[in-house]
């Protein structure tokens, strides 16, 4: 078993050595192997050689995620898009985005939970319940920073109580169990199931509860529906002050504690611990310590019977002494470490602990994000916070762009990235590979559009190399101006050419005559332009510009020498022409490269070109006849002018 | 969540001991004791066997894939002091390039930074590391640095092209050339930094490694200013080295100490998280948080801890 990573293979038994390499994004291959580089090597004796692609962070490439990945692109860029607009955004504003990512991201454990129960397999449905388990305790995390970060941090504590309402609702399915019995009030959950009530003040809850008990018209029950009855609940809306609400409170509380002196509970025993649960008593606390899951479920129960309106800023070390006394720090879960950084609001710690989780990158790009708008992220003091948004915001879209389409996705978040974005961005564009023309294109536009021109032409070249490799030339040479890579143009020119002796004809003509200026890319392709021309204004009848052409292309040299010949023969039928097209000095230009080209032609140790390059004896012989006629021709003409 | 995606049969007929992903992850290609190179199509998690390089005459320790815009170039060292350059023309792959010039043992090849052209640097137990760089000419040029470690060089890897401030380079669309530069490591416990400035000179010593040193890596820093370096040896230690870009001092920092020898170090693709494997049957995945601590994010024991109401 290769740890932590976790492959199965008698490989790995037998050689503890691992080599490892990455692949494009979070891809490594892993194999077994010797790393002695000494003369000995001897193999180990094993018949197969292995190697491993092992991948993580896949969570989000699942087709039932990938809702989560475009709905909360959208209230990321809502985010950017409001405060392009404002020079900040309203807290409420951020409070209703944080609603909807969470929404988001309950909407995204649905559909997994779903997704479960319609798995085949058993381990289908485990993998996609472990997924859904990360987006649960995400939504937990995000929702108690949402808290602690944006909401009033006076009137804390309801806001918390509700938390626990939502993430706890076992207390609601314990009293459904209760009543859905025969006789409710002999089940052995009955109890527990009213203290659960209470303990998330669900009052009007358990006052029906303990109306269905025999025993409601006794003088303690009756003492005890009263005093929950009239019990006061600081809430999020209340319209007490705090200090107002305190001396209700206290008021309530010393009428509590003197009816349990008074024994008005002491026919039950159940009924005498409710009454001490309601004055916040840590004895009573104890004795139920069993009917709580977690450290902050009891730490927010028992505040709320004790400081119900503690602040924010008091939580914290509440939070170390209930999880000191719950479970200890020895050991302590990811999660309970995060939840208590939250409650301390150690954001660094908060982002830190996540960050160290493999598939994290999405929540802490986003929760980052909305906590950078809202100035919490501020608390770092060597570290700048735009800074450390980036990284996380990066983070995020380098995992994006780890999969095959996701990472368009990625490309907007690292808009957003002022520093590193460009150059990440350019990184990982130019390393996508661009299977088609469409993909290419799109690459490009992204790519124009943020000024990326480094990808342009990396694309550009890469597409031009597999057009010619496809023997696609005309795309070839399109690809190659796009580039303005000069030698890819000269090469694909050559292979143009090449391709015209051959075939005689030219291939993708309209993409070439489409090119205008980007035909100055290079000369080769330049004189391929130019021969193009040459050939329409012959096809049209235009000699004389056609002649013009020829004689230009062959005295400015830009027609590559191998060339020539093939210029030569198709001056052939002009020269033939009466009265001649060809002045008498362009006749001597041609004679001349003629000369040139028969001369140099032999010590040219260049490999056999193609035959309609070279110039045996019969081409020269019907050339240099050619030539004499037409300077005869021309003479002639001049005699008759003058 | 880490997991296994597809399991390739290479058919090599001994140890392998390495494999190298093209630039876009579309091909891989591996070597082995058994002398050969051979390359893969990868494509949706099946590979198919495309070619199978023959030319080496010892174990083949190390194979590098030069960027796709010089066309598809696979440079491969060995035991065998030589080093080949192979080339794929028109499907056929062919041998490129041949440089005999080491008199020991090649043990590590890695290509230059694009930007700079087709250059290779190669480490030999000789001691000495050379640089070939492919000329206008279409013929190759190599320069030696001998005696850069005693004993015997056992890693080369070169720095990124882009240097310090390139976010403002970039967003002004001008690029400022910089300087080449490369880290090596080897027998002498040491990791060096070379600076290429017309001759190429040993610009930093970072002493720090107990025993040999098995592997260095380079870290791209994309936007940033800061340089890392990941060393590893087989005094089972993990070290990175971090230089601001600023001053001409590398702070050292140990990662961790594993339980056996440390082999290899690799950055991933944007240099944000560290690939370590070697003696002890593991590879681990490792990422700097926000804290500034360095992580272990596969540790699949972190990241546990049930959530409430989901038992």
Known sequence: ?642 | MVSVISTVDTGHEDMIHDAQMDYYGCRLATCSSDRSVRIYDVKNGTQTLAADLRGHEGPVWQIAWAHPKFGNILASCSYDRKVIIWKEINGQWIKFYEYANHDSSVNSVCWAPHDYGLILACGSSDGSISILSATAAGGWEAKKINNAHTIGCNAVSWAPAIGPNAAFDSSSGVRSTPVKRFVSGGCDNLVKVWREDKEWVEEAKLEGHSDWVRDAAWAPSIGLSRTVIASCSQDRRVILWTNDGVSSSWNQRVLHTFEDVVWHVSWSVTGNILAVSGGDNKVSLWKETVEGQWVCISDVNRGKGSAPGQQ
């Open chain 1, 1 to 642: 078993m290769l740890e932590p990573i976790g492959i199965l293979d008698s490989t790995f038994i037998h050689n503890k050595n691992i080599g490892h390499s990455w692949g494009y994004g979070n891809n490594l291959v892993v194999f077994p192997t010797k790393f002695s580089q000494s003369t000995t090597l001897a193999g180990v004796p094993c018949s197969r050689k292995n190697l491993f692609m092992i991948s993580w962070e896949r969570t989000l490439y699942n087709p039932f995620v990938r809702k989560l990945v475009n709905e909360s692109c959208g209230a990321f860029i809502a985010i950017q898009t409001r405060l392009g607009k404002e020079a900040q955004v309203s807290v409420s504003e951020l409070v209703q985005s944080s609603h909807q990512y969470r929404c988001i991201i309950n909407a995204c454990i649905e559909d997994l939970n779903q997704a479960a129960d319609l798995a085949e397999t058993n381990e289908a449905t485990q993998a996609i319940q472990e997924m859904s388990e990360i987006f649960y305790k995400a939504e937990l995390v995000w929702n108690l920073c949402e808290i602690m970060y944006l909401e009033n941090p006076l009137g804390i504590l309801p806001h918390l109580l509700e938390w626990v309402r939502i993430h706890f609702p076992n207390a609601l399915e314990e009293t459904g169990t209760v009543l859905a019995s025969p006789n409710p009030e002999f089940h052995e959950s009955y109890w527990k199931a009213l203290y659960g009530l209470v303990f998330q003040l669900r009052i009007d809850s358990a006052i029906k509860l303990l109306r269905i008990h025999s025993g409601f018209q006794t003088d303690a029950f009756q003492s005890a529906f009263e005093l929950l009855k009239k019990m006061p609940v600081f809430s999020v809306n209340s319209p007490l002050s705090a200090p107002e609400f305190t001396f209700r409170w206290n008021h309530w509380k010393e009428e509590c504690e003197s009816r349990i002196h008074a024994g008005d509970f002491f026919d039950s025993q159940d009924l005498q611990l409710l009454m001490e649960i309601l004055c916040g008593k840590e004895e009573a606390f104890e004795k139920v310590a069993d009917f709580f899951e977690t450290w902050y479920q009891r730490m927010i129960t028992q505040l709320t019977f004790t400081h119900p309106t503690i602040s924010a800023s008091s939580l914290g070390d509440q939070a170390d002494q209930f999880l000191a006394a719950f479970t200890g720090f020895d050991d302590l879960s990811s999660l309970d470490a995060t939840l208590l950084a939250v409650l301390r609001r150690d954001t660094r710690k908060v982002i830190g602990e996540m960050q160290g989780v493999l598939d994290n990158s999405w929540f802490t790009a986003h929760l980052a994000d909305l906590l950078y708008h809202a100035g919490a992220l501020q608390s770092f003091e060597d570290i700048n916070s735009l800074q450390l948004r980036e990284t996380l915001l990066r983070d995020y879209a380098i995992c994006l762009f780890s999969h095959q389409s996701l990472w368009s996705v990625g490309v907007l978040y690292l808009d957003h990235c002022p520093t590193v974005g460009s150059a990440t961005l350019e990184h990982l564009l130019t390393r996508l590979p661009c299977q088609s023309e469409l993909k290419a294109s799109k690459l490009i536009a992204l790519a124009e559009r943020r000024k990326l021109t480094s990808v342009v032409t990396s694309v550009c070249r890469v597409m031009g190399r597999n057009a010619l490799k496809n023997g696609r030339l005309g795309a070839a040479v399109a690809w190659a101006v796009r580039a303005q890579d000069a030698p890819l143009a000269t090469y694909a020119a050559d292979a143009v050419l090449e391709r015209y002796l051959q075939d005689s004809d030219f291939t993708s003509t309209d993409l070439l005559d489409s090119l205008g200026a980007g035909l100055l890319a290079s000369d080769r392709l330049a004189f391929l332009g130019k021969y193009r021309e040459f050939h329409r204004l012959y096809s049209a009848n235009d000699f004389h510009s056609a002649a013009t052409l020829l004689i230009s292309l062959i005295s400015s040299r830009i027609a590559p020498k191998y060339f020539w010949a093939v210029l030569l023969m198709d001056a052939l039928p002009l020269l033939e022409t009466n009265p001649p097209v060809f002045t008498s000095d362009q006749t001597y230009e041609l004679m001349q490269s003629l000369q040139e080209l028969t001369s140099s032609f032999q010590d040219d140790a260049e490999p056999i070109p193609h035959p309609n390059c070279q110039l045996n004896s019969d081409k020269t012989m019907l050339i240099t006849l050619a030539l004499s006629r037409n300077l005869a021709k021309c003479f002639v003409q001049q005699t008759g002018y003058d």
